[in-house]
C-alpha cells in the first residue's frame, strides 16, 4: 500500500485479555517502530526492528509487551494480560534507514482495557 | 529524564501571524531533528527536518532552526492558517543508531 496500515483501528479488550495490534509497513521500508501515546502524553518508544537484525527492544515496559517482524515485513505487537495502564494509542512507524531519515506513521491502533 | 522537551504544552497565534514552536535537548549525541504535526485520531505527520551540520531549514511557510550550542531547535510557521491548528512533535535522534525521541507535544491553535 501506499502508506502504512494498522490494524484494527479500534480495540477495547478485557482486563486480563491478550491482544494482537498489527502493522504494515510501506514497501522497502527496512526500519519500522512501534510507540505507544497514552492521554495527554507525548510518544513513547517500544520497540524496533531493522532488516534481520535483533530488535532493539529498551522501550518495552513489561515483559507482557513482545512483537514480531515475519519476513522483515509485517509486524505484530502482543500484549498479555492487559492492564488499564496498558490504555494508549499504539503508533507504528516505518522508514528506510533508522533515524536518519524521517519516519512514516500509520494511523495508530486505540486500545481500551476495560 | 526527558531527552527532548517542549515546555510549551499549547500555543494560541492569530491567522496570518508566526507561529514559533520550542524544543530543547540534552543528549549532545543528538544530530538530526524533525517536527511531526498531529491531527486528532491521525498518526503524526512528517513536516520538516535538519541535520546538525546546518542551522536553518526551509520548506514553504515552514522553517526550522537549529541552535547546537544551546541545545535548542524551533519551528517557525508563518504566516499561519487554521488548518496549521495541530499537536507539533519534536523528535530527535543520534548518528550512534537511536531510535527518535520525541518531545511531549505543543499544541497549537491559529485562530481565524
Known amino acids: 500500500g501506499a502508506g502504512v496500515s494498522q490494524s484494527p483501528s479500534n480495540k477495547v479488550t478485557e482486563k486480563g485479555k491478550d491482544v494482537e495490534l498489527r502493522c504494515d509497513p510501506i514497501?522497502?521500508?527496512?526500519?519500522l517502530y512501534w510507540y505507544r501515546q497514552s492521554l495527554g502524553q507525548g510518544l513513547e518508544f517500544l520497540i524496533y526492528?531493522?532488516?534481520?537484525?535483533?530488535?532493539?527492544k529498551s522501550g518495552l515496559p513489561s515483559d507482557r509487551f513482545s512483537a514480531e517482524r515475519t519476513g522483515g515485513s509485517v509486524s505484530t505487537l502482543t500484549i498479555q494480560r492487559t492492564q488499564q495502564e496498558d490504555s494508549a494509542v499504539y503508533l507504528c512507524?516505518?522508514?528506510?534507514?533508522?533515524?536518519?531519515?524521517?519516519?512514516?506513521f500509520g494511523q495508530g491502533t486505540r486500545l481500551t482495557v476495560v | 529524564d526527558q531527552q527532548v522537551k517542549q515546555n510549551s504544552p499549547s500555543l494560541s497565534v492569530q491567522e496570518g501571524r508566526i507561529s514559533i514552536l520550542n524544543c530543547d535537548y540534552t543528549?549532545?549525541?543528538?544530530?538530526?531533528f524533525l517536527w511531526y504535526k498531529k491531527y486528532p485520531a491521525e498518526g503524526p505527520t512528517f513536516l520538516i527536518s535538519?541535520?546538525?551540520?546546518?542551522d536553518k531549514n526551509e520548506d514553504g511557510r515552514f522553517t526550522v532552526f537549529l541552535n547546537k550550542s544551546a541545545k535548542h531547535l524551533s519551528l517557525h510557521i508563518v504566516p499561519s492558517q487554521p488548518g496549521d491548528s495541530a499537536v507539533y512533535f519534536c523528535?530527535?535522534?543520534?548518528?550512534?543508531?537511536?531510535?527518535?525521541?520525541f518531545g511531549p507535544g505543543t499544541r497549537l491553535s491559529v485562530l481565524p
Open positions: 512507524a516505518s522508514s528506510f534507514h533508522r533515524g536518519r531519515t524521517e519516519a512514516f
Open positions: 514497501s522497502g521500508h527496512t526500519a
Open positions: 526492528f531493522q532488516g534481520n537484525s535483533a530488535p532493539d
Open positions: 543528549n549532545s549525541m543528538f544530530d538530526y
Open positions: 535538519i541535520s546538525s551540520i546546518k
Open positions: 523528535a530527535a535522534s543520534a548518528s550512534v543508531g537511536q531510535n527518535f525521541v
